[in-house]
């Protein structure tokens, strides 16, 4: 409120002039006639027929109890807009109660949204409604006291008031007007206070569903974020594959075409010919081996033994590979696991002066166990800082640390032991049922 | 000697084409998917295709399925299959079929035009010839007792003789001599119990062997 900064005392915000106290009021009485609908329309129709035989008031009782229902999305979206459009409040809808129809309703009695709601309309609301009403009276009745001092001679002998033309009178009754009056704002905010409590409790979504929901969605939209990586992973392998390339294949054609057709070329050119041959080829090797390890087509068409195996055979070390991984996991998962293997390699490589190493891929229900685990020197830190050992750290999202982040972007869990003097098993388990 | 090329890229099935034809081959058909790529088999009838490995429309292992197809259709044509990757499950599968006329190489091996040509003719003469890479990842993969008694020397020339090459290919290749790549052939044959009949035939029975298949 623009006119009642916060530091103003809450006395003066709670005059009977202030605007708070006018926005209450406004507010609280507003609600009344809402708050009453409920039961005005659960009784309206025994005021027009009252029946005496059982099956008719069960019967009747049945549709007062489907007016209500149907009555009360109309009234819990109303009573929503008055705590915005009044107060500022903002109730949020709750998708599972809003978005039905009665059917949906009736199929599902049980919902706690549902009862919730019920609770405002039916209990809490016609108390609401008594202290709203009350706050109408103070301030009615705040207003005639005041002044009755102005109309209290003309009051006819029969009132309760008459006569009231004794000074000493008037002035107890103006008193208790004023004292009204002051008061009327208090009891408007108290039951605004509860109003706004018991509407953002009962009519907008519960706490504990909400958080459920949202972690369900999270985890949703985590789902398809680390899906959307992986199919952007393989349409940059496939870009690379159809583009760089080829045109890399063919430019070495060229050259290694040049190098063995062109006569009576000056040696020097020759020289210049036969290092950019070589130069392209060896942009190649480069090349395809970063192609490969963002993602082998392989493992789309033959699965994670084929895709493993030629992982295998690249390292320059005796590796036993185990895969039973039938069923398929999904393409993501498989993503994952060959890229456990393939950077555990790598580090196995670079780091722990192994002479074996032992690779199992193994599906077990829903979870696919991924081990490595080398003869080497031991002393690797997950945390990606430098091991004890020579240091197999992670520089910037590869390594160790890079494949914890990926395993657990499907929800894997990924260890690894590593003594110092070996053997160091990174183990890693990936959910199957995404 | 009659070819047919089977490649997606224009770039690279132009530059083919222009190897092969400066190279005295004779390219029949040049075509863009494996679809075309059976037809153009069964209608020029050539001594050897050349077939990437993948093509449309899936852009997978389609140049690896229409080899086998045309194994089982036209036996007599020879396939040399290019990759980008060679995978040791796909030459499992290419060889399993049958040793005689199959090639798989690294597409890179064709910028070095004399060793791609050499691999060519001697896939399109029933031979084969194998990527060093795909050798290795089969060795890896095969360590099995009869191999086992050999001794590392003699798993080298095992390895390259798998890779298709001669005697003498393989003396070069290895820097021995001639006489020596005899001796250790023999040890092979004798260790993994080869008969004795005409020559080039226990040749791949040894590499079968080695390739974990039965004869």
């Known amino acids: 409120m623009a006119t009642t900064p916060a530091t103003v005392p809450r006395a003066r915000a709670h005059a009977p002039w202030s ?10 009485a507003s609600g009344v006639p809402l708050q009453v609908a409920g039961w005005l329309i659960a009784v309206s129709l025994w005021t027009v027929w009252t029946p005496e035989k059982a099956v008719k008031i069960l019967l009747l009782a049945g549709a007062s109890v489907v007016l209500v229902l149907l009555a009360l999305r109309p009234l819990t979206s109303w009573q929503r807009e008055r705590c915005w459009a009044m107060l500022g409040l903002h109730i949020p809808r709750m998708p599972g109660f809003d978005d ?17 709601v019920l609770q405002y309309h039916m209990v809490a609301g016609p108390f609401l409604a008594l202290g709203g009403l009350g706050v109408i009276a103070a301030w009615a009745s705040g207003a005639l006291l005041t002044v009755s001092g102005v109309y209290g001679w003309a009051l006819p002998s029969s009132s309760p008031m008459s006569p009231i033309t004794h000074p000493a009178r008037i002035a107890v009754l103006s008193g208790a007007g004023v004292l009204l009056l002051a008061a009327a704002p208090w009891a408007a905010a108290g039951v605004r206070l509860l109003d706004a409590r018991a509407a953002s409790a009962l009519l907008g979504p519960d706490r504990a569903r909400e958080l459920e929901r949202r972690v369900e969605d999270l985890a949703e939209k985590r789902a398809s974020v680390v899906d959307a990586a ?5 349409r940059i392998e496939r870009d690379l594959h159809d583009g760089a390339q080829q045109r890399l294949v063919s430019l070495a054609l060229g050259l290694g075409l040049a190098r063995e057709t062109l006569s009576g070329v000056p040696d020097e050119a020759m020289q210049v010919i036969v290092e950019a041959h070589e130069e392209a080829k060896e942009a190649l090797t480069e090349l395809r081996t970063l192609v490969r390890g963002l993602h082998p087509a392989v493992l789309e068409d033959r699965g994670l033994d084929a895709a493993l195996s030629g992982v295998a055979a690249r390292v320059p070390l005796p590796v036993r590979l185990r895969v039973e991984a039938e069923p398929r996991a999904s393409s993501t998962v498989e993503a994952v696991a060959y890229f456990v293997v393939s950077e555990a390699l790598t580090n196995v490589v670079k780091h722990a002066r192994a002479t074996q190493v032992d690779v199992a891929v193994i599906r077990r229900g829903d979870v696919l166990h991924v081990t490595v685990t080398d003869d080497g020197a031991g002393g690797a830190d997950p945390s ?46 990936l959910p199957c049922a995404l | ?48 295709a050349i077939v990437d490995v993948r093509m449309p429309p899936g852009f997978t292992d389609e140049g690896v399925r229409a080899a086998l197809v045309m194994r089982q259709e036209s036996p007599e044509v020879a396939v040399l299959l290019l990759s980008q990757y060679v995978e040791e499950r796909y030459a499992a599968e ?39 890479e795909v050798v290795s990842q089969l060795l890896l993969r095969r360590h099995r007792d009869p191999l086992d008694r050999l001794t590392p020397r003699e798993k080298e020339v095992l390895a390259v003789m798998a890779e298709g090459r001669s005697n003498a290919g393989i003396a070069a290749a290895l820097v021995v001599s001639e006489s020596a790549v005899a001796k250790h052939i023999n040890n092979i044959f004798a260790k993994l119990d080869l008969p004795h009949t005409e020559g080039d035939h226990r040749r791949v029975l040894a590499v079968l062997r080695f390739l974990d298949g039965e004869p």
């Open chain 1, 19 to 28: 605007a708070t106290a006018w926005r209450d009021t406004a507010f609280v």
């Open chain 1, 100 to 116: 039905g129809n009665l059917r949906d309703t009736l199929r599902d009695l049980r919902s706690p949204e549902l009862w919730r």
């Open chain 1, 230 to 234: 992986d199919l952007e992973r393989r």
């Open chain 1, 384 to 429: 990606g800082g430098a091991g004890a050992s020579g240091g197999r750290g992670a520089a910037g999202g590869t390594g160790l640390a890079g494949l914890a982040r990926r395993v657990r972007s499907v929800d894997g869990t990924f260890r690894i032991t590593s003594p110092a003097g070996g053997p160091t098993t990174v183990t890693v388990e």
């Open chain 2, 1 to 48: 000697m009659r070819i047919v090329i089977a490649e997606d890229s224009v770039l690279l099935r132009a530059g083919l084409i222009k190897l092969l034809e400066t190279s005295g081959f004779e390219v029949a058909a040049a075509v863009g998917e494996a679809g075309g790529l059976l037809a153009a088999v069964r209608e020029h009838r050539p001594d050897a």
């Open chain 2, 94 to 132: 290419l060889l399993a079929a049958s040793t005689r006329g199959i090639g798989y190489l690294l597409k890179d091996r064709v910028a070095d035009v004399s060793v791609f040509l050499d691999a060519l003719r001697r896939v399109a003469s029933g031979g084969t010839a194998l990527d060093p």
